[in-house]
C-alpha cells in the first residue's frame, strides 16, 4: 500500500508541473498577443496619391515639377513622362519619400512635356497625380555684348573685357581691324560666359579696332560697341645686347654675311652657296631660363626682318658647318638652362645689314636688335 500512494503522489506532482507549464505558456501567449495584436491595423496599405502636380519651363532644356505628397508611408516617388500629347508615358526618374519637387533636364527646345508621378511602397503604387505639362522654352538670339574694353598691355598684346548680356549663348565672336579704315575679321571663338580675351602678336605701335558678338543656334547677335588701342612702343636694343624677362633672358649676339658654307674639315670639305639671288645672313643668338620650371624655346620665333618695310627673310635650314653651332629647333630649357647658336636666313644679294633687325617677343613685349 504504501508503494502505490508513492507512485499515485508522484502522478499527481507530473500533473500539477504540467499544468503549471501550461499555464505559463498560456500566460506568454497572452502577452504576445497584447503586445503585437492579432487584428491587422499594422498591415501595409498602398499610399494615397500625390496631387496638385506642376510643371514650369525655366529654359530651354529644363522643367521644374512640384507636387502635394498626400501619404506618410510612401518610400518615394516615381515621375513619369511623355513628349506631346499622343506621346506614350515611360517612367524617367524616382525621388526618395517626402521629396516634392524634381528638375528635368536635358530637354529639347521648344517642346511640350507632359508629366505625372504617383507614390510607391511595398504594398504597391498608388494611383496617378493630376496630368500636367509645359513647353521648353525656343531658342532666341542672345542679347548683344556690351562695355567693350581695349588696353594695350605690351608691343605685342591687347588685352579685351566685355560684359555678357545673355544666359543662352553659345559663345563669343570677335573681330579686328587693323587701323581705322582697315577691314573687321573674325579672330577667335570663345565659350559660353566668357567675357575677357588677350590678344598677343600684335604689331608694335598699332591701333587695333575691335568688335564682338554673341552667337548661339538661333543667329549671332548684333554687334557689340567698338573699341580700339595702340600696342606700346617695342624696346630696342644695339646688336650685342640682351632683353630681360621675368623668366627669359635673350642676347643677339652678332650678324654676318656670307656667301656659302662649308661642312667637314677634310682637305675638300662640302661647299654650300646661298640660293641664286642670295646670301646668307648669320645670326648668332643666345637664351636662358630664368624660372624654375622647364622653358620650351622655339627657334621659329627669332625673325629676322627688312627694318623699313617689316618684310620677314626666310630661315634656313642649317644643320652643321663652320659657321657656327646651329641653334636648336625646339630646345626645352631646365631652370637655369642656357642654349646658344646660329640661325642662318637668306635674304636677297645687296641686302645691307645695316637696314636689317632681329625682333623678338619676349614675355608679350617685342624687343628689337639693330646693328
Known amino acids: 500500500m504504501e508503494r502505490v500512494r508513492i507512485a499515485l503522489g508522484q502522478k499527481r506532482t507530473r500533473i500539477a508541473l504540467i499544468a503549471v507549464l501550461a499555464v505559463v505558456v498560456l500566460v506568454v501567449l497572452i502577452a504576445i498577443l497584447t503586445l503585437y495584436g492579432t487584428d491587422d491595423t499594422d498591415t501595409i496599405t498602398i499610399p494615397n496619391a500625390p496631387s496638385d502636380l506642376a510643371a514650369t519651363a525655366i529654359s ?26 499622343g506621346g506614350t508615358y515611360s517612367e524617367i526618374d524616382t525621388r526618395e519619400a517626402d521629396v516634392t519637387t524634381y528638375s528635368d533636364t536635358g530637354l529639347s527646345e521648344d517642346t511640350t512635356y507632359y508629366y505625372r508621378v504617383r507614390a510607391y511602397n511595398d504594398a504597391g503604387d498608388s494611383s496617378y497625380s493630376n496630368e500636367n505639362n509645359a513647353a521648353t522654352l525656343p531658342i532666341t538670339i542672345p542679347n548683344a555684348p556690351s562695355d567693350l574694353v581695349a588696353i594695350a598691355i605690351s608691343s605685342g598684346q591687347i588685352d579685351l573685357s566685355w560684359r555678357d548680356n545673355s544666359h543662352d549663348e553659345g559663345g563669343f565672336k570677335i573681330e579686328r581691324k587693323a587701323g581705322a579704315e582697315g577691314s573687321y575679321r573674325q579672330i577667335v571663338t570663345l565659350g559660353a560666359d566668357i567675357t575677357t580675351y588677350s590678344d598677343v602678336g600684335r604689331i608694335d605701335s598699332t591701333t587695333y579696332y575691335y568688335r564682338m558678338r554673341a552667337y548661339n543656334d538661333a543667329g549671332h547677335s548684333s554687334y557689340s560697341n567698338e573699341d580700339n588701342a595702340t600696342t606700346l612702343q617695342p624696346e630696342y636694343h644695339i646688336v650685342g645686347g640682351s632683353a630681360m624677362g621675368l623668366k627669359q633672358s635673350v642676347s643677339v649676339m652678332a650678324l654676318t654675311k656670307t656667301e656659302r658654307y662649308y661642312q667637314g674639315w677634310h682637305a675638300n670639305p662640302d661647299q654650300y652657296r646661298a640660293p641664286p639671288g642670295t646670301i646668307f645672313v648669320v645670326v648668332s643668338v643666345s637664351t636662358s631660363n630664368l624660372g624654375d620650371f622647364p622653358l620650351t624655346v622655339r627657334r621659329i620665333d627669332f625673325i629676322l626682318r627688312d627694318s623699313a618695310r617689316r618684310d620677314p627673310y626666310a630661315q634656313f635650314n642649317y644643320s652643321w658647318g663652320d659657321v657656327g653651332e646651329p641653334f636648336p629647333q625646339n630646345p626645352q630649357l631646365s631652370a637655369g638652362g642656357t642654349v646658344t647658336g646660329v640661325i642662318l636666313y637668306t635674304v636677297p644679294e645687296g641686302a645691307p645689314i645695316s637696314g636689317m633687325e632681329v625682333v623678338y617677343v619676349l614675355e608679350g613685349t617685342v624687343h628689337i636688335w639693330q646693328p
Open 60 to 85: 530651354t532644356s529644363r522643367i521644374d515639377l512640384s507636387w502635394q505628397d498626400n501619404s506618410d508611408n510612401e518610400i518615394g516617388f516615381n515621375i513619369e513622362r511623355k513628349t506631346g500629347a
